[in-house]
Structures are given as structure tokens and as C-alpha cells.
């Protein structure tokens, strides 16, 4: 303790900060917290954390990962929906570090308050609430402009979709809009026992490259693209061109569209790559389809 004002002193170890907040989970968020030292090492030097580099993280909760962060010399912005883990956070590390903890949600704080703090390019780190994951990451997609890299942790299943590559059965329209945006790639698995308590679904890392801009640079063309594309994988066993009906479209004009590509026309859109759905929404365009 502090003589001056009682206060107590910096936790040193993750394993510490949640011995002191345990009392406070709540069993309705679903909470399951990191604490192995060792996987939460290895995933700040993943993200190549260095001393003042603006970090944007979602979801710390009892601060463990955030507590590994701001001994790398980072300056984090926390944005944290659990009341009991923000006063927490407030308490125990705001005092200590170039912490700031935001209360509420990640899908409505004013991001762009937070990201026009520093004009440095900032880095995402968090490990993210599963039960939004993917609406959080195309939200955090739209201030693109902001972010050079994110190092995410997903459900496994998550990670797999995002990840995938053309014919696996993981492949879809979360795997081309990730494309879209960025250069993704999963450089680690975690196992069930390094979170307390141990949850029953895989995870895994995700790191994010952004790229300048988009791969498509017209916007309308970007939002057709987009629209082709969530449209093929609504209806996965269904060929491309059964798929796109729900657009309006001929299942001719589709067809005809992917021999002109030099593909099957009874095509199935898992096994197109970002480039060839790229170039069928363009075919499309061209012929008045869409």
C-alpha cells in the first residue's frame, strides 16, 4: 500500500490482476479470461507492441492482456461494456499506466473520437467478444483509414472462415470481405486451459493487415461487389447462379457470365477466388445485370 493515499500497488502478472477481480465475473457476459503469462506474451510480441504505440483494445475485461500491453511501453485505449471490470480497470491500472478505459460497447463508442486522438497509425489488440466478433471487426474495418494492424482473437470456427482459401468448406463472404480490407493470416491456436475459466469452443489469433485503401477502388462498384458476394454464399449448396437469384438477376445471364470467364457455369461461389468474383460482379455490370 501506498503511505501517501492508501492506494494499493501495480499489479505485476496477470495471473495477480485476476485473483483481485474473480469476485466480480459475471456469469451472464459469459466471461472466460486469459491468463496465461506465457500465450499472453506471445501474443503482444505477435502484434509487435512497442514503447508509445497507440493500442485500441476491445473487451479487456479483469485486464490481463491490457496489463501485458502497458508493460510494453503501450498506450491503450480500452473500450470495455462489463460496468464491474471498467471501475476495476479504472482502479488498478488507470493509475499506474497510459491507460484510458471507455465504457460501452465497440459496435457504438465514437471510435473515431478515440482514433483522432493521435494521428500515429494505431494497432488493435483484443480478444474479442465472441458473441460479436464479426460485427466488431467490420466496424473497426470502416476506420481503416486509422489502423495499420490488428491482432484478434476469434472462435476457432470464426478464425477458420476468415482465414479460409478458395474450395475449403470454410470459405465465404466473411473470407472475401476480410479480403477486401486486408492481408489476413492465423499465426496461433490457444489452448482451452491458458483461460479461467476453460471454455468449451476453440480459439485462435487472427492478425490483420490493412491495406491503403481497398483491393477495389470504385465504390460503387466496392458495394456491388459486396452485394454479389454476401448474395452467393446466402444460400451455400446452391451453384452461383441459383445463388444470385435472390439479386434479380437471370440465372442465364450468370452463367453465361462464368463461361465467358472460362469457368463451369453450374459453379459453386465457394470455389471462386476474391479475384474471379471480382471480375463476374464486373461482367455483370458491364451487361446491364446489376
Same mark, same amino acid.
Given at each position: 500500500m501506498s503511505s501517501n493515499? $492508501?492506494?494499493?500497488? +501495480? /499489479?505485476?502478472?496477470?495471473?495477480?490482476?485476476?485473483?483481485?477481480?474473480?469476485?466480480?465475473?459475471?456469469?451472464?457476459?459469459?466471461? *472466460?479470461?486469459?491468463?496465461? +503469462?506465457?500465450?499472453? *506474451?506471445?501474443?503482444?510480441?505477435? +502484434?509487435?507492441?512497442? /514503447?508509445?504505440? /497507440?493500442?485500441?483494445?476491445? $473487451? /479487456? &475485461?479483469?485486464?490481463?492482456?491490457?496489463? !501485458?500491453?502497458?508493460?510494453? &511501453? +503501450?498506450?491503450?485505449?480500452? !473500450?470495455?461494456?462489463d460496468r464491474r471490470a471498467v471501475q476495476f480497470l479504472k482502479k488498478e491500472l488507470e493509475p499506474h499506466f497510459s491507460l484510458t478505459v471507455h465504457p460501452g460497447s465497440a459496435l457504438d463508442v465514437d471510435l473515431e473520437e478515440i482514433f483522432s486522438s493521435t494521428p500515429i497509425p494505431w494497432k488493435v489488440v483484443a480478444n474479442l467478444p465472441y458473441n460479436v466478433a464479426s460485427k466488431v471487426l467490420f466496424r473497426l474495418f470502416e476506420y481503416r483509414e486509422h489502423i495499420d494492424e490488428m491482432t484478434l482473437m476469434f472462435q476457432r470456427e470464426v478464425a477458420d472462415r476468415i482465414v479460409a482459401e478458395p474450395g475449403d468448406s470454410d470459405y465465404g463472404a466473411l473470407t472475401l470481405m476480410s479480403r477486401l480490407y486486408s492481408q489476413v493470416h492465423m499465426p496461433m491456436t490457444l489452448p482451452a486451459g491458458a483461460f479461467v475459466p476453460p471454455p468449451k469452443v476453440r480459439s485462435a489469433i487472427v492478425q490483420f493487415r490493412l491495406i491503403e485503401g481497398t483491393r477495389i477502388d470504385d465504390p460503387t462498384l466496392r458495394k456491388t461487389f459486396e452485394k454479389v458476394v454476401k448474395a452467393a454464399f446466402q444460400h451455400r449448396r446452391k451453384t452461383l447462379a441459383n445463388g444470385l437469384k435472390g439479386l434479380s438477376i437471370e440465372k442465364e445471364a450468370v452463367e453465361s457470365a462464368l463461361e465467358s470467364m472460362g469457368l463451369k457455369p453450374k459453379i459453386r461461389p465457394q470455389k471462386l477466388a476474391f479475384e474471379e468474383f471480382l471480375e463476374l460482379t464486373r461482367c455483370l455490370v458491364d451487361g446491364g445485370e446489376i
Open positions: 493515499d $492508501g492506494q494499493q500497488a +501495480a /499489479p505485476t502478472a496477470p495471473e495477480e490482476l485476476y485473483r483481485r477481480f474473480r469476485h466480480r465475473t459475471k456469469k451472464s457476459l459469459g466471461q *472466460h479470461f486469459l491468463i496465461d +503469462a506465457q500465450v499472453l *506474451h506471445e501474443i503482444v510480441t505477435l +502484434a509487435d507492441v512497442r /514503447p508509445d504505440d /497507440p493500442i485500441l483494445e476491445i $473487451g /479487456p &475485461g479483469c485486464g490481463t492482456l491490457t496489463l !501485458v500491453l502497458l508493460q510494453r &511501453g +503501450a498506450v491503450v485505449e480500452a !473500450v470495455e461494456l
